[in-house]
Structures are given as structure tokens and as C-alpha cells.
């Protein structure tokens, strides 16, 4: 049973940084996996944040246009939590924040519908 839990969220005023975390438990694909990061606004559909690409000891972080630049995905030594730094943080960011997992199997999707397991959220409050 994958589970996956997010930590880290909260309230924040423009222009402050944030980092969540994603803990997971009990995938197998250790050496080639996607963990991604979505967010959903209310009222809006859910957006892809970035990712984390994981084939063996290669990594590769991937972002979204709106992000690029501020914000940053990095693992623990295992890849067992996964972060999702934010800094530079605007109003708009203001969103429940999920990170997701799939295996790896050859290219890591943004899409939200192609990712298998979801944590349960975070939610993230920007102040203008």
C-alpha cells in the first residue's frame, strides 16, 4: 500500500518562502519513479507544479512556467520525503498543495490523471 502524507503548508505574506514535504511509505519502483507536486486553487483545476525524475542515481527537476525559478523539488538521501521548496511567494500561489507518485516508465507525466497514488494535501495561504 503506497501512502503518501504532506507536511509542511500554512500562511505566508507575499514575498516569503514555504517547504513542503511528502513522506512515502511502502512504493517499490526505489530506482525509477516520478514524484510530482500538483496544486489546486478553489474554484480552479488542478495544476501541475513540478517534478522529481527518478531513474537510478539520475534526478531530474522539472517545473511549471508559473513556478520556474522560485521554486525547487529535492529528496532525502532515499527519496523516502520528497521537498517542494517555494520561495518568492505571490498571491496567486495560494492553492492546497498534493504530491503525487508513479512508476517511472520513461517519462514523468504532468499530467494529474496518470498519477496513480496522492497524498491528501497541504494547503498554502499567500497575503498580498
Known amino acids: 500500500q503506497v501512502r503518501l502524507v504532506e507536511s509542511g503548508g500554512g500562511s505566508v505574506q507575499g514575498g516569503g518562502s514555504l517547504k513542503l514535504s511528502c513522506s512515502q511509505s511502502?512504493?517499490?519502483?526505489?530506482?525509477?519513479?516520478?514524484m510530482a507536486w500538483f496544486r489546486q486553487a478553489p474554484g480552479k483545476e488542478r495544476e501541475w507544479v513540478g517534478t522529481?525524475?527518478?531513474?537510478?542515481?539520475?534526478?531530474?527537476?522539472r517545473f511549471s512556467k508559473s513556478v520556474i525559478g522560485r521554486f525547487t523539488i529535492s529528496g532525502d538521501s532515499g527519496d523516502s520525503t520528497v521537498f517542494l521548496e517555494m520561495s518568492s511567494l505571490q498571491p496567486e500561489d495560494t492553492a492546497t498543495y498534493f504530491c503525487a507518485t508513479r512508476r517511472h516508465d520513461g517519462n514523468c507525466p504532468d499530467s494529474s490523471s496518470r498519477y496513480d497514488y496522492w497524498g491528501q494535501g497541504t494547503q498554502v495561504i499567500v497575503s498580498s
Open positions: 522529481l525524475d527518478k531513474v537510478f542515481n539520475t534526478r531530474v527537476t
Open positions: 511502502g512504493y517499490i519502483w526505489r530506482s525509477a519513479i516520478c
